[in-house]
């Protein structure tokens, strides 16, 4: 059974940044289109950004959510064993527990199309 870990989330001020990271456990990444998605208290789980492979090994392409559009990048490692959430100009509405996802499919927007979550990591962004 593949496990997907995140890790990198923490306490952050306002306008700061910080960079997440999402692994398989035992396995590379580089064949999965991977997302992003958070879920504040109260809040319905939340779309993020997802990276999907190209038919080049050197391109991928990435979507993301309005929200963070501009402000949030997610990028993956030569290898694809790795994948990031380059978060930057943090505000308090970031604040949330931040989980990665991947599916062997097509990325999507949608939660239902990934099979791989993991626990999460908290993010929280201050002041």
């Known amino acids: 059974q593949v496990q997907v870990v995140e890790s990198g989330g923490g306490l952050v001020q306002a306008g700061g940044s910080l960079r997440l990271s999402c692994t398989a456990s035992g396995r590379t990444l580089s064949n999965y289109a991977v997302a992003w998605f958070r879920q504040a208290p109260g809040k319905e789980r939340e779309f993020v950004g997802f990276v999907r492979r190209t038919s080049s090994a050197y391109l991928i392409r990435t979507y993301y959510a309005d929200s963070v559009k501009g402000r949030f990048t997610i990028s993956r490692d030569n290898a694809g064993d790795t994948v990031y959430l380059q978060m930057n100009s943090l505000r308090a509405e970031d604040t949330a527990v931040y989980y990665c996802?991947?599916?062997?499919?097509?990325?999507?927007?949608?939660?239902?199309?990934?099979?791989?979550w993991g626990r999460g990591t908290q993010v929280t962004v201050s002041s």
């Open positions: 996802a991947a599916t062997m499919a097509r990325g999507s927007s949608a939660a239902d199309a990934y099979d791989l």
